[in-house]
């Protein structure tokens, strides 16, 4: 048995291998129909062991002493209860960084990067100084992400939550935005009296009666107020589209994430308000509409 660096002593119990204790969690998720069995099992061993997934790969005859036992299956036993990984760990990779979360938060979802992708093709001079402006800015990632990108650029996060706006100031202080972020708690645009060059949301889209019908991992663990898009799901599209006006700047842009189905609807919102939309959606991974780029009419 080859030991480890694992914080551990020799007087200590070891009750198994990392490689057999591996292999018995990925059945057991397995068995509990979870579909990702084995990328979850690699991170949560990662997460309990303190090591990197490279690590884990080499340390297969490791031992696996009682207490890490003891911690890896109240975190295998949250899973198979229906927890998702990126909750049991308390963050999640977005636009290859680490975001912490919490109770109010939601967890980035790999689609939403196709609003980074379409707000970075809408100014694409790396060096703009740009001022952006996150609706419902929840860990921070979609700000973050393009302050990233844009080192110039300056952002304010908006979010009813204040402790989902902790969370997002922890995240972009790690990620060495501090001085370029402001977060204010409000609803939506009310504490808002200056304009944008870049307006980013990713708004409640679910409808209140599809609300029960999610899977658990979203519908028992995601904030409902970050899920909940009133009766029709486009409650929160018609807010931010009806301010956009005094938002933008001239030949400003704002990008809106767009739930499965929404294009049609959400244009015409737009269009409605004399609001340009500038091309069809761009599409996330899975081909589904996914981000929506609008202008003041005349302003493309």
Same mark, same amino acid.
């Not at 921070?140 to 650029?153: T, V």
């Not at 995240?171 to 402001?182: A, F, P």
């Given at each position: 048995?080859? /030991?480890?660096?694992?914080? %551990?002593?020799?007087? +200590?119990?070891?009750?198994?291998?990392?490689?057999?204790? &591996?292999?018995?969690?990925?059945?057991? $998720? &397995? /068995?509990?129909?979870?579909?990702?069995?084995?990328? #979850?099992?690699?991170?949560?061993?990662?997460?309990?062991?303190?090591? #990197?997934?490279?690590?884990?790969?080499?340390?297969?005859? !490791?031992?696996?002493?009682?207490?890490?036992?003891?911690?890896?299956? &109240?975190?295998?036993?949250?899973?198979?209860?229906? +927890?998702?990984?990126?909750?049991?760990?308390?963050?999640?990779?977005?636009?290859?960084?680490?975001?912490? $979360?919490?109770?109010?938060?939601?967890?980035?979802?790999?689609?939403?990067?196709?609003?980074?992708? /379409?707000?970075?093709?809408?100014?694409?001079?790396?060096?703009?100084?740009?001022?952006?402006?996150? *609706?419902?800015?929840?860990?921070?990632?979609? *700000?973050?992400?393009? $302050?990233?990108?844009?080192?110039?650029?300056?952002?304010?996060?908006?979010?009813?939550?204040?402790? /989902?706006?902790?969370?997002?100031?922890?995240?972009?202080?790690?990620?060495?935005?501090? @001085?370029?972020?402001?977060?204010?708690?409000?609803?939506?645009? #009310?504490?808002?009296?200056?304009?944008?060059?870049?307006?980013?949301?990713?708004?409640?889209?679910?409808?209140?009666?599809?609300?029960?019908? *999610?899977?658990?991992?979203?519908?028992?663990?995601?904030?409902?107020?970050?899920?909940?898009?009133?009766?029709?799901?486009? +409650?929160?599209?018609? %807010?931010?589209?009806?301010?956009?006006? &005094?938002?933008? @700047?001239?030949?400003?842009? !704002?990008?809106?994430?767009?739930?499965?189905?929404?294009?049609? #609807?959400?244009?015409?919102?737009?269009?409605?308000?004399?609001?340009?939309?500038?091309?069809? !959606?761009?599409?996330? $991974?899975? =081909?589904?509409?996914?981000?929506?780029?609008?202008?003041?009419? =005349?302003?493309?």
């Amino acid at each position: 048995m080859t /030991a480890v660096p694992l914080g %551990k002593t020799d007087t +200590e119990v070891v009750v198994s291998t990392i490689g057999v204790f &591996r292999r018995s969690a990925i059945e057991r $998720l &397995r /068995a509990a129909g979870i579909e990702t069995a084995e990328l #979850d099992t690699r991170v949560l061993l990662c997460h309990v062991l303190g090591i #990197d997934e490279a690590a884990l790969l080499t340390a297969s005859d !490791a031992p696996v002493f009682r207490e890490v036992w003891a911690q890896f299956e &109240r975190c295998l036993n949250r899973r198979i209860s229906g +927890e998702p990984v990126a909750r049991i760990v308390g963050y999640k990779e977005f636009w290859s960084r680490s975001f912490k $979360l919490g109770p109010d938060t939601l967890v980035p979802r790999p689609e939403s990067e196709t609003i980074i992708e /379409a707000a970075l093709a809408a100014f694409p001079e790396r060096e703009a100084a740009l001022r952006v402006l996150d *609706l419902g800015t929840g860990s921070g990632a979609l *700000l973050a992400a393009i $302050l990233i990108e844009r080192p110039h650029a300056t952002g304010i996060g908006i979010d009813r939550s204040e402790r /989902a706006l902790t969370v997002a100031r922890d995240n972009v202080i790690s990620l060495g935005l501090g @001085m370029r972020v402001k977060f204010i708690c409000g609803d939506w645009t #009310d504490a808002i009296h200056q304009s944008f060059h870049l307006v980013v949301a990713n708004p409640p889209y679910i409808s209140s009666g599809e609300l029960a019908k *999610l899977p658990r991992e979203v519908s028992e663990h995601d904030p409902r107020l970050a899920l909940d898009g009133g009766e029709d799901g486009l +409650e929160a599209y018609r %807010k931010i589209i009806r301010e956009l006006p &005094r938002l933008l @700047m001239p030949k400003g842009a !704002a990008v809106l994430e767009l739930g499965l189905g929404q294009e049609i #609807d959400v244009a015409r919102i737009a269009r409605d308000t004399h609001i340009y939309v500038d091309g069809p !959606a761009r599409y996330d $991974l899975a =081909g589904v509409p996914r981000a929506l780029i609008l202008r003041l009419t =005349g302003q493309k």
